[in-house]
């Protein structure tokens, strides 16, 4: 059971940066390696293709919270119900996490515990990125 416990490494909470985040529940140090629920598969749609096809408001914000967005194009997942913990990090720059090629994230630098948890956004979605309102790159 204690090994269990070991695998979890954070939390969601309440973020200064921007609504919610994830937060280190214990001291990781640089090169640290996180499972969080890895990179979500999926396409990119015209979001006007969405909104066509009768998609709630609601639904499209949250698929603008949790994933990567592109001029006029939502990211949709093919599991839309299983949303990774990665999807609750906050952009900065410079981040404390970088993804793997595997999806898996690692520490840029030592993490203390109740830390927020950042990446690049820029990075891992590409430079043509459109930020939602209230991030600021």
């Not at 293709?49 to 093919?78: I, K, M, N, S």
């Not at 996490?97 to 840029?108: K, W």
Request: charged fraction near 25%.
């Amino acid at each position: 059971m204690a090994a269990r416990l070991e695998a979890l490494q954070c939390r969601v909470a309440p973020s200064s940066i921007h609504g919610v985040g994830l937060f280190a529940l214990r001291d990781m140090p640089a090169g640290h390696t996180l499972d969080l629920g890895g990179l979500a598969k999926g396409r990119f749609v015209r979001e006007a293709a969405l909104r066509a096809r009768g998609v709630p408001e609601p639904v499209l914000r949250a698929l603008q919270d949790h994933y990567c967005t592109r001029p006029g194009l939502v990211f949709l997942p093919r599991r839309p119900a299983r949303v990774p913990l990665a999807s609750y990090l906050n952009h900065a720059s410079p981040p404390n996490l970088q993804v793997e090629e595997d999806g898996a994230y690692t520490t840029l630098r030592r993490v203390r515990a109740g830390e927020e948890l950042t990446e690049d956004y820029l990075d891992v979605c590409g430079r043509d990125y459109v930020p939602r309102p209230g991030v600021r790159l």
